[in-house]
């Protein structure tokens, strides 16, 4: 797979992700499968990186363990500096509150809460940036207009603007995204990566996007390729 290469300017953060042979086996005591093999990556602040590759081949474990949502069975995952393996199960929760943004398929939205409130539950749940506004992350987002819409009044690009909106709320360090254009057309899949790309180097997130949609692959700055648990080239 070819390295793609956006000009950009960074953030000004320090940190970012940091995964070192990082080894997660996966089974059932009978049949086990080696779901991360050796895999070494490192994703500087502001930097947004693809990881592409057929189903099974480990990027949802890839995900899984930079999250901090399943510890590997040997090596080390570092977010912000951090090694995660040193965190008790309970202050992973915590760090994954303050230190991780996730986005998901389909936005995976609250259906209750309007597009303001999704944001303003995920700050509670933080307890963190008193008087912080969603409005202007909706905003930046292009969705304030949609500010007192629930999820079902929405449309699947905009449901994954208010996602990516709510995955910033706490500044962090590390932004994860599972697939983001997997239930949308081509214009609004160029729409929602690109929002994504912006954000990443305005904001100076270190992003992880697992996608198999290669014609959004050129607004990434890195596209590493994932085999059989192993990340090739």
């Known amino acids: 797979m070819s390295t793609e290469t956006q000009a950009h300017t960074p953030g000004t953060r320090t ?3 940091l995964i070192e042979a990082a080894n997660l086996a996966l089974g ?3 049949s ?8 070494t990556l490192s994703v500087a602040p502001g930097e947004m990186v693809a990881v592409v590759g057929p189903s099974g081949a480990g990027k949802s474990s890839l995900l899984a363990v930079a ?3 399943t510890t590997p069975d040997s090596g080390t995952v570092q977010v912000n500096g951090v090694d995660l393996g040193t965190l008790s199960k309970s202050d992973r929760a915590r760090f994954r509150l303050k230190e991780i943004g996730f986005v998901f398929q389909s936005g995976n939205l609250i259906p209750a809460l309007n597009s303001a409130d999704q944001l303003r539950l995920m700050l509670k749940l933080a307890g963190s940036r008193d008087g912080f506004d969603p409005m202007e992350l909706l905003a930046a987002v292009g969705m304030d207009h949609k500010a007192k819409s629930r999820p079902d009044q929405l449309s699947g690009g905009e449901r994954q603007r208010v996602g990516i909106a709510r995955s910033l709320v706490n500044r962090p360090t590390l932004l994860l995204v599972d697939e983001p254009t997997a239930a949308l057309d081509r214009a609004r899949s160029q729409d ?5 790309a912006r954000e990443t180097h305005e904001r100076g997130v270190a992003t992880v996007m697992v996608t198999h949609d290669h014609d959004v692959l050129h607004h990434c700055d890195r ?3 994932m085999v059989d648990g192993r990340l090739a080239g």
């Open 32 to 39: 086990t499968v080696q779901a991360l093999d050796n895999v």
């Open 28 to 30: 059932d005591g009978e």
């Open 223 to 225: 596209v590493v390729e």
């Open 15 to 17: 940190g970012g992700l």
């Open 67 to 69: 999250g901090a949502l």
């Open 192 to 196: 929602v990566v690109a929002l994504l």
